[in-house]
């Protein structure tokens, strides 16, 4: 914390730099501890984190954009408010395709957590509105089976809705081991 201005002084210097690598950096050099062995605080002064994202969140490279999400994401653990206003701003301020893909996959686990803000942000609606009126269920489905699960929306109006669902791929144990997506 002894040199805590001048780092974030020169991570924003790197967040614009001409190099994809080294604007990677800058991102991957603010990211909250990972999971681990080695307990978890939240950081002080959060915003000036999430304010030097903010100009990576649409940035040409696709590198850049995944680490910035992956960063967005791991401070939506402990931080889901911050995330989510960060995602409106970001998205206000550059409503363009690379951003839009940057806030989905940095609000990824607020959606798979039932978060409502979330898919919200991302133009779903009316989730309320939408029934499964036909779930098969098997115990197995082979690689290259299909399974096809009815939703009804029973709304009027149409929506736009985010789905998530989660395969569970069998191991070498034998074990098996979920994998949700969206």
């Known amino acids: 914390m002894q040199h805590r201005a001048r780092t974030l002084k020169r991570v924003a210097e790197s967040a614009r730099s001409p190099s994809h690598n080294v604007r990677r950096l800058a991102s991957e050099g603010i ?14 002064g959060l915003g000036a984190g999430l304010d030097i994202r903010g100009p990576l969140r649409s940035d040409p490279s696709e590198h850049v954009r995944k680490s910035v999400a992956n960063n967005l994401d791991d401070i939506a653990g402990d931080h889901p408010g911050a995330v989510l206003a960060t995602a409106l701003r970001l998205l206000e301020k550059s409503p363009t395709p690379e951003t839009g893909w940057t806030a989905k996959h940095g609000l ?75």
């Open 108 to 182: 990824r686990t607020l959606v798979k957590k039932g978060d409502r803000q979330a898919p919200a942000l991302l133009g779903a609606s009316g989730g309320e509105h939408v029934e499964v009126s036909r779930l098969p269920v098997t115990r197995a489905v082979a690689v290259g089976e299909t399974v096809v699960i009815d939703l009804v929306d029973t709304d009027e109006r149409s929506h736009r809705v985010t789905a998530d669902h989660v395969v569970h791929h069998v191991r070498r144990n034998g074990r098996g081991a979920p994998r949700s997506s969206s």
């Open 31 to 44: 990211r909250p501890p990972a999971v681990g062995p080695h307990p978890r605080h939240p950081r002080p």
